[in-house]
C-alpha cells in the first residue's frame, strides 16, 4: 500500500510529490484555503501588472483605496457586485448539481430584454406594478434562455457547457439588434441604446425614508424570532443562531440605510440579500434542496432513489438562468436605466469565479461578489486597461483556488531520495 | 452559371481560411481529450496565442518566431490545467473554465498597448502548379502557409492516433488508464504530453487568427471560436477528418453570413430584412454549433460513438486497485 502511492504521481529526478487523503480535515482549513489563495493569486497578479509599468504596491493601494477607501467608493463597490451576487446564487445552484451553466451573461442579456419589454410596453403604469412585473419577465426571460440547455442536456444529452456559451453570443447580439433597431433612442444621434425608461420602471434607491419599513419590518421579525426560540426550537445552539443572526440583520439594515442614504445603491442590493437567504433555507431545508444536493453528489444513486434527472436539470436551469435575467434586469431598472449594446462588463463569466469561491454557499456569493466587485470598481483607479485588470485578477484568484483546494482534500507530501 | 461557380469558389476558398484556426484549436482538444483530459481552455490559449504571436513577430520582425512563440504561450498555460487536472487531480471542468477565463483577461490586459496596432502577417502564398487547376486551385492552393500546416497536420494527427504506436498509448490512456498502467504505459506522463501538445496547437490557433486570418490584435478577438472549436471535437467524434470538415464548414458559414450582408434587401418582406440584418447574420455560426451538436448527439446515441471512456476523470492507482 504505502509503495502504490508513492508512485502514483510522476517521479522527478530526487524526490517525489505524493498525495495522501486527509482522514480528517482541520476545521480552519476550508476557510484558510481561500484567504491564502486570494493572497497568493495578488501576489502573482504583481507580474503582469510591472509587465505593463504600473506599480504593483502602489497599484493595490490605490485599488483598495478606490474600491472601499470611502462611502462613495463603497456604495459603488456594492453597485457592482449586486449583479454578481444575483447571478452567482443561481451560477452556485447549477454547480450544485454539477449543471455546468456557463450561460449566465446570455440570460443576463435575456432578462434585461425581459423586463425592458415590459417598462417600454407600460411605462406609464404605476412603480408597484410596474416594477413586480418587471422583476417577473427578467427572470422569465433569464429562465426561457436557461431552459434551452437545460433542455437538451436532459433529453438528449447535449453539453450544456457549449450549448448554454454559444447562447450568451446569441443573447448579445439580438441586444445589439435591439439597440441599433426598434428599440434605438431617435434622440441618441445614431448612438446604439435605447430611450431611458420612465421613473416608474426604475428602482427605488435606498434613503431614509425606508428607516420606518424597514423597523415595522423587524417588529414583526422580532415577534417571530421570539415565538421560534421559545416554542419551536429545543437546541440551545440553534437558537443562539437564530438570535445571534436577528440582531446582526437588524443592526446591518439599519447601520446600512444610514450608510447608503442617497447614495445610488438600489433596491437590487435588498433583493439580493433576500434571495441569498431563500437560496440558503431551500438548500439546507427542504426536500428539493436535498435532492439537488444528493444528485451533485452521486446522479446514479439518487435516480436509485426515485429522484427525477430530468425534470430537476431543466428545473435548476431554469431557476439559474432566472437569477441571471433577474441580475440583467437590476442592473438595467437600477443602474443603467437604459439598455446599452454590451452593458455586462462580463458579469455573467464573473458569476461562475463568484460561485465557485463561496463553495457554492450562498451566503458566501454575497461576501465574495463584494470582494470581486471591489476588484471592478477598484480596477478603474489604474489608468490603461481598466475592465481587464479586475478580470485578470479575479481568474488568478480562481485558477489559484482551484489548486489551493486540493490542499482540504490532500496532504501534499514531498520525498526526498527513493 | 459562372457567377455562381465563382460565389462557391470564393466561399469555400475563405471557408478554408476561416476555418483553419478553429481547426487547430479542435485538432489540439482531440490530442488532450484522447488523452482522457478535457481542457475547455481553448479559448483562452487561442486568445494568448493570437497575442503572444503579434507581440513576438513585432519584436523579432519574423512572423515564424512569432507562430512558435504563440506554440510555447499555448503550451505554458496548459501544463498549469495539466498540472491542476493530473497532478492535484482538481476538477477538469472548472479548471479549463478558470483558464479561459484568465487567458481572456491576462491577454487583454497585457495586450492593451497592441490594439490596432499595424502588425506583420503571413503572406499569401499560391503553390507553383497546384494554384492553376481550375476551381480546385483557388479553393485549396492560393493561401498561407498556416492554411498548408493544417492540411498537412490532419492526416498527420489521424495518422499518430490510429497507425502508430505511441497513438495507441494514446488511446489506451484515454479509454482505459488502468490497463495502459498495467501495460507499462506511463499514463501522467502521457496526459501531461497530450495535453501540452494540445495547448500548443491551441496557440498555433490563435496565431493562424492574429499573424494570418484577421492581422492584428483585438481584445477578445477569438469571439467564441475556441468554444466552437471544443463543440467540433463533440460533433467529429474525436476524429480529425471530421473536424476538418467541420471546421472548414464553420469557416464557410461565418463567410457566407459576410457575403449575404451586402445583398440588396430593398424588395424583401419585414421579417427577411430582419433575419439579414448584421446582427442576425452574426448570429448564425453559434446557432448552428447547437444544431450541429444536437444532430451529433442523436448519431452518437445510435451508432455509440462517445467520448474516450475515461474522459475527465482523474487518474489514480489507489482507486484502481479498489
Known amino acids: 500500500m504505502e509503495s502504490s502511492r508513492g508512485r502514483a504521481l510522476p517521479r522527478f529526478r530526487g524526490f517525489s510529490l505524493r498525495l495522501e487523503p486527509r482522514l480528517d480535515v482541520p476545521r480552519w482549513l476550508p476557510y484558510a484555503v481561500p484567504a491564502a489563495s486570494l493572497i497568493v493569486a495578488l501576489i502573482l497578479g504583481m507580474i503582469p501588472m510591472m509587465m505593463q509599468g504600473i506599480n504593483p504596491l502602489t497599484g493595490y493601494r490605490d485599488m483598495f483605496l478606490v474600491a472601499f477607501g470611502s462611502a462613495y467608493g463603497i456604495s459603488e463597490t456594492i453597485m457592482k457586485a449586486i449583479p454578481l451576487m444575483l447571478a452567482g446564487l443561481g451560477v452556485a445552484l447549477a454547480f450544485r448539481m454539477l449543471v455546468w451553466n456557463i450561460g449566465a451573461e446570455g440570460q443576463l442579456y435575456m432578462g434585461a430584454f425581459g423586463a425592458c419589454l415590459v417598462a417600454y410596453t407600460w411605462p406609464d403604469s404605476p412603480a408597484w406594478v410596474l416594477l413586480p412585473c418587471m422583476m417577473a419577465a ?32 446569441i443573447a448579445i447580439q439580438w441586444i445589439s439588434y435591439l439597440v441599433i433597431g426598434p428599440w434605438q433612442d431617435p434622440t441618441s444621434l445614431g448612438f446604439p441604446r435605447t430611450t431611458r425608461l420612465s421613473d416608474s420602471a426604475t428602482l427605488p434607491t435606498i434613503t431614509e425614508l425606508w428607516y420606518l419599513p424597514m423597523v415595522i419590518f423587524l417588529a414583526i421579525g422580532a415577534v417571530v424570532v421570539l415565538f421560534w426560540i421559545a416554542r419551536r426550537l429545543d437546541d440551545n445552539r440553534e437558537r443562539l443562531k437564530l438570535a445571534i443572526g436577528f440582531v446582526l440583520l437588524a443592526v446591518l439594515s439599519l447601520g446600512g440605510i444610514h450608510f447608503l442614504n442617497g447614495r445610488r445603491v438600489h433596491l437590487g442590493f435588498v433583493l439580493s440579500v433576500a434571495a441569498a437567504a431563500v437560496f440558503s433555507v431551500l438548500l439546507s431545508r427542504t426536500r428539493w434542496g436535498y435532492e439537488v444536493r444528493v444528485i451533485g453528489e452521486n446522479a446514479r444513486a439518487a435516480e436509485y432513489a426515485g429522484m427525477s434527472l430530468k425534470r430537476n436539470i431543466i428545473l435548476v436551469m431554469m431557476i439559474s438562468g432566472g437569477m441571471a435575467g433577474l441580475a440583467g434586469m437590476s442592473e438595467i431598472a437600477g443602474n443603467l436605466h437604459l ?80 | 452559371m459562372a457567377d455562381f461557380l465563382v460565389f462557391v469558389t470564393i466561399v469555400l476558398s475563405a471557408g478554408i481560411a476561416a476555418g483553419t484556426p478553429i481547426l487547430y484549436g479542435a485538432l489540439g482538444e482531440i490530442f488532450t481529450e484522447r488523452s482522457g483530459i478535457l481542457n ?11 497575442l503572444t504571436g503579434i507581440v513576438a513577430s513585432l519584436a523579432t520582425d519574423s512572423v515564424w518566431i512569432g507562430a512558435l512563440a504563440a506554440m510555447a504561450a499555448g503550451g505554458l498555460l496548459s501544463l498549469i490545467h495539466a498540472f491542476i487536472s493530473i497532478t492535484l487531480r482538481g476538477d477538469q471542468v472548472v479548471s479549463g473554465l478558470a483558464l479561459t477565463i484568465f487567458g481572456a483577461g491576462l491577454s487583454a490586459f497585457l495586450g492593451f498597448p497592441y490594439v490596432n496596432v499595424p502588425a506583420p502577417k503571413f503572406a499569401t502564398l499560391p503553390v507553383p502548379l497546384l494554384e492553376r487547376i481550375p476551381i480546385i486551385g483557388p479553393i485549396f492552393f492560393q493561401h498561407d502557409v498556416t492554411v498548408y500546416v493544417a492540411f498537412m497536420l490532419i492526416p498527420a494527427a489521424w495518422f499518430w492516433i490510429n497507425r502508430t504506436r505511441p497513438g495507441l498509448h494514446l488511446r489506451a490512456v484515454g479509454e482505459n488508464p488502468a490497463a495502459a498502467d498495467a501495460l507499462g504505459v506511463n499514463v501522467v506522463l502521457t496526459r501531461y504530453t497530450y495535453t501540452v501538445v494540445g495547448g500548443a496547437l491551441c496557440g498555433l490557433g490563435g496565431a493562424a487568427l492574429s499573424l494570418a486570418y484577421t492581422p492584428g490584435w483585438i481584445e477578445n478577438m477569438t469571439t467564441g471560436w475556441g468554444w466552437i472549436a471544443v463543440g467540433l471535437v463533440i460533433f467529429a467524434a474525436w476524429d480529425p477528418w471530421r473536424a476538418a470538415f467541420g471546421a472548414y464548414l464553420f469557416g464557410a458559414i461565418s463567410r457566407v453570413v459576410f457575403d449575404v450582408q451586402m445583398l440588396p434587401t430593398a424588395g424583401l418582406p419585414q421579417f427577411m430584412k430582419i433575419l439579414l440584418s448584421p446582427e442576425f447574420l452574426r448570429m448564425m455560426p453559434y446557432a448552428a454549433v447547437i444544431v450541429i451538436l444536437i444532430f451529433a448527439s442523436r448519431k452518437a446515441v445510435r451508432q455509440r460513438v462517445g467520448a474516450p471512456a475515461a474522459l475527465g476523470q482523474p487518474y489514480t492507482r489507489e482507486e484502481a486497485e479498489a
Open chain 1, 138 to 169: 427578467g427572470f422569465v426571460g433569464g429562465a426561457l434562455w436557461g431552459a434551452i440547455p437545460g433542455a437538451l442536456k436532459a433529453y438528449l444529452g447535449v453539453s450544456e457547457i457549449i450549448t448554454s456559451l454559444m447562447l450568451n453570443y
Open chain 1, 339 to 418: 439598455i446599452k449594446r454590451a452593458f455586462s462588463p462580463g458579469y455573467g463569466y464573473t458569476a461562475i469565479i463568484v460561485a465557485w469561491l463561496a463553495k457554492l454557499n450562498p451566503w458566501g456569493v454575497i461576501l465574495v461578489s463584494l470582494l470581486l466587485g471591489g476588484l471592478y470598481r477598484g480596477s478603474d483607479a489604474i489608468p490603461g486597461s481598466p475592465k481587464a485588470l479586475g478580470m485578470m485578477l479575479q481568474a488568478l484568484i480562481f485558477f489559484v483556488l482551484i489548486g489551493g483546494e486540493v490542499l482540504v482534500r490532500y496532504r501534499v507530501r514531498w520525498d526526498r531520495g527513493t
Open chain 2, 40 to 50: 475547455l481552455g481553448v479559448e483562452g490559449m487561442m486568445l494568448i496565442g493570437a
